[in-house]
């Protein structure tokens, strides 16, 4: 779970737009785009939550074919998400107070993810 808040509103301002809205989109199909808020007890909740909805022990066809084990790793990205949209007023992303954007990656190896941000407004 890595907390990219900060690099998104940086292209919003660096944009030099003041309202609008921003995408944010993570090619790749075992990582999610999400908000959470990223704190220490949320960094463990958060992913155990996960894993207990789509665990990584059970049979799926998917690992059957590839032999990657990674199965549920696809499942769990699917559920959440590839992207997110944000407005933004003054410059300024409309999260709350306790809300960051979070990169999550579910893959069993290691991953170079490549994250599209978009921005579009006046």
């Known amino acids: 779970m890595i907390d990219i808040t900060d690099k998104i509103s940086q292209v919003v301002t660096e944009s030099k737009l003041d309202r609008g809205i921003l995408i944010v989109f993570v090619s790749g199909s075992t990582?999610?785009?999400t908000?959470?808020?990223s704190e220490p007890g949320l960094k463990v909740d958060f992913p155990e939550m996960i894993s207990r909805?789509?665990?990584k022990d059970t049979i799926y066809k998917h690992n059957m074919t590839w032999h990657d084990g990674n199965g549920h790793s696809h499942l769990?990205?699917?559920?959440?998400?590839?992207d997110l949209m944000i407005p933004?007023?003054?410059r300024k992303l409309a999260l709350g107070t306790w809300q960051q954007v979070v990169l999550l990656e579910f893959d069993t190896r290691p991953r170079h993810r490549k994250v599209v941000v978009q921005v579009m407004g006046e």
């Open 76 to 82: 769990k990205s699917s559920l959440l998400g590839p």
């Open 88 to 90: 933004f007023v003054d």
């Open 31 to 33: 990582s999610a785009i």
């Open 53 to 55: 909805l789509i665990p």
């Open 35 to 37: 908000t959470i808020e």
